[in-house]
């Protein structure tokens, strides 16, 4: 009988999951303000041995806009931005092998892709007569005033708490939009990390302060990933190591 209890106790002790210490921040750097008060920005999260490092840029909806722009001869960012005059831009949507976007796509008032239902394309984000906004895709509806627009996903935070189920296995580099929900937004460049370390990450109150993320979306990542910030004197470029279909920029207003 106490050889039972041994192998019960035993087994399920080895059941048990490791308890994971909380994301902390270990580094925020100011590293420039940009023209209308934006802000890059960048912070090192720490989780037991993991660093997972956030750079991007912040800003109020007063200070800068969004905008899709389409890439159909697939130039690189550090070429796209400049000739935007945007103060900062990522890679945007997942594309087919022939550049095809993949799910809804409007860059400045054209529709480039019609929207789809997969999976994958769990949310939309979209500019709605200036106003941007990120949405389910089980909850959009096209409006005439929409004039930039892209279908991602997984949608890595909702309702300020991290999505649930999300792969916690494959590690690649992502890039994301996020919202506060009260008009403050940040596109965002993560180093190496699983889906779900993404979101706890983002949804973290100690990581992120001063920028509480109501809502954040994936956005394509892995070979696509890339970061272009107008820092004054020389552009700071995380170059993207493939070719994308379109960008998602910040502009000026």
Known sequence: MKTRWLLILGTCLGLAAPVRADWTLAMREVVSTLPGGAEFIEREARQDDTAVRVQGVFFSEKQARFAVIDNPSRGSLGEAMPKAGALAGTNGGY???????????????????????????????????????????????????????????????????????????????????????????????????????AAAVLASREVFPDFHIARALNLDGGSSTGLWVATPARPFYLREMGRVRNFLAVLPR
């Open 95 to 197: 594309f087919h092998a022939d550049g095809t976007p993949v799910g809804l796509a409007i860059a400045g008032g054209t529709k480039v892709h019609a929207f789809e239902r997969a999976k994958l394309l769990s949310g939309v984000f979209v500019v709605t007569k200036g106003r941007p906004k990120l949405v389910r895709s089980g909850s959009y509806e096209p409006a005439k005033g929409d004039s930039d627009a892209l279908q991602a996903g997984p949608f890595l935070v909702d309702g300020g708490v991290p999505v649930a189920g999300l792969n916690n296995v494959r590690l690649a580099l992502r890039t994301v939009v996020a919202t506060d929900g009260a008009g403050r937004w940040a596109l965002l460049w993560l180093s190496h990390c699983s889906l779900a370390d």
